[in-house]
Nanobody
């Protein structure tokens, strides 16, 4: 079964950058479209970004557009989320998720455990 593990979270000051990684095991990520989500305590889970199976297309939430970049390296079985110009409202637990298929799906089948991102001065 596909397993996803996020890494790269941490504490960063506003305006700083982080790169999150989502690494798969049990299967190769080249079979899946991948999404990134985040959730702050007491708030709804929010879709942040997604990338197609081939990496040829991607989507972003309006709140992160222009600041975040999703990419994938299927050779490393990893999807990245480069986060620049971070704001306190970007704080939350970030999850990656996967579904088999070409393009960003409406729902996902596999989820990682999350990595904490805290943006604070």
């Amino acid at each position: 079964q596909l397993q996803l593990v996020e890494s790269g979270g941490g504490l960063v000051q506003p305006g700083g950058s982080l790169r999150l990684s989502c690494t798969a095991s049990g299967n190769t990520l080249d079979h899946y479209a991948i999404g990134w989500f985040r959730q702050a305590p007491g708030k709804e889970r929010e879709g942040v970004s997604c990338i197609s199976m081939s990496g040829g297309s991607s989507k972003y939430a309006d709140s992160v557009k222009g600041r975040f970049t999703i990419s994938r390296d299927n050779g490393k079985n990893t999807v990245y989320l480069q986060m620049n110009s971070l704001k306190p409202e970007d704080t939350g637990i970030y999850y990656c998720a996967a579904r088999s298929g070409w393009y960003c799906p409406a729902a996902y089948d596999y989820w990682g455990q999350g990595t904490q991102v805290t943006v604070s001065s």
